[in-house]
């Protein structure tokens, strides 16, 4: 049973940046892709960014040239550097994985339990 742990959540000012981290551990890690969620109060949750299991990405509108997702072989680990971040960015923040296929039509079965993620001055 994968297992996924977020860390590097925070609160930062406006403008500043984050770098989140995934610990993937209890499985395979180049047979998953991943994904990055938010969730801001009273909203539904979004998908933010995904990567596959050859490293191919995609990043929502909003985050595109802020946001930069990747992933490290060597330490099982998904990272989502976040520059330039914006009110408009405060959520939990999820890591996801998918054994079935990648980008926002797949079925993301593993989550973590969510890192806070506050953008404010």
């Known amino acids: 049973q994968l297992q996924l742990v977020e860390s590097g959540g925070g609160l930062v000012q406006p403008g500043g940046s984050l770098r989140l981290s995934c610990a993937a551990s209890?499985?395979?890690?180049?047979?998953?892709?991943f994904a990055w969620y938010r969730q801001a109060p009273g909203k539904e949750r979004e998908g933010v960014s995904c990567i596959s299991d050859v490293g191919t990405t995609w990043y929502t509108d909003s985050v595109k040239g802020r946001f930069a997702i990747s992933r490290d072989k060597t330490k099982n680990t998904i990272s989502l550097q976040m520059n330039n971040l914006e009110p408009e960015d405060t959520a939990v923040y999820y890591c996801a994985a998918s054994r079935t296929g990648w980008g926002m039509q797949a079925t993301y079965d593993y989550w973590g339990q969510g890192t806070q993620v506050t953008v404010s001055s």
């Open positions: 209890g499985g395979n890690f180049d047979w998953y892709s």
